[in-house]
């Protein structure tokens, strides 16, 4: 009698064990693979689902969309220049029975293939093309990988560089441009600063000779800027001290003009008869 209890007793245990193992949890996010005995029957959608054990396998594959980063790769650019590019990758699972079947580890063979491209395409553009097209080299990455993912079942929703690291002679070179540019273009605004002074000044100097005291004027208004700070030591311009110098003698000559004429004390001829003629 306690040999048939002792063998129901493990008998309960082996069903309690089988049938924990055969219960399986797929989540919402998941879709699951099955096999039996090593043959593929087909999947299973999220929910509680129970298996054969030792008959039956459920593979369950997430079906979010996963970040891989691809590690930075040491590239030569078309110009030959050495730059370390890195990048992210997302991709998904559309296709769960692919994903399984195709390829043993699909993360893996992604990041081995993306780091790849990555080399591939960059090594297909200049430096400047590279720094500046992102967005092209983004879109010819994912492209390439598309294709060569969709067998595996997988989609390749987006590739983005994330970092590029030059060489610090590189980076000295690009600053020493940058500043020559930033120069070449101080220079000219400069340049067309006083070709617009200069035409100011021109049409400033036409009125002034149509006006000659607007230019008297102008120097008493900049005599009169000057002579704010009392410390300042005022120099005359030569046009102001000729003019002074005209204005003396402007004055000059017309107090000469206005004085009145002073009397004579030398006595004047007083003329005689006309001498008659005889015959």
Known sequence: MQVLIFVVVIVVLLLLVALTKGI??????????????????????????????????????????????????????????????????????????????????V??????????????????????????????????????????????????????????QLPDSMKRAMARQAEAEREKRAKIISAEGESLAAAALGEASDIMMEHPLALQLRNLQSLVEIGVDKNTTVVFPAPLMSTIGELGSFLARETAAAAPTAPSDTPKAVPGPEPTETV
């Open 24 to 105: 399986r949890v797929v989540k919402q996010y998941e879709l699951g693979v099955l096999f039996r005995f090593g043959r593929l029957v087909g999947t299973r959608s999220p929910g509680l689902r129970f298996i054969i054990p030792l008959v039956d396998v459920l593979r369950q594959v997430s079906l979010r969309i996963v970040t891989m980063p691809i590690q930075s790769q040491g590239i030569i650019t078309r110009d030959n220049v050495s730059v370390d590019v890195s990048a992210v990758a997302y991709f998904r699972v559309v296709d769960a029975v692919k994903s399984v079947i195709a390829i043993e580890n």
């Open 107 to 164: 993360h893996a063979a992604i990041n081995q293939i993306a780091q790849t491209t990555l080399r591939k395409v960059v090594g297909q553009h200049t430096l400047d093309e590279t720094l500046s097209e992102t967005d092209r080299i983004n879109l010819g990455i994912r492209e390439i990988l598309d294709v060569a993912t969709a067998e595996w079942g997988v989609q390749v929703t987006l590739v983005e560089l994330k970092d590029i």
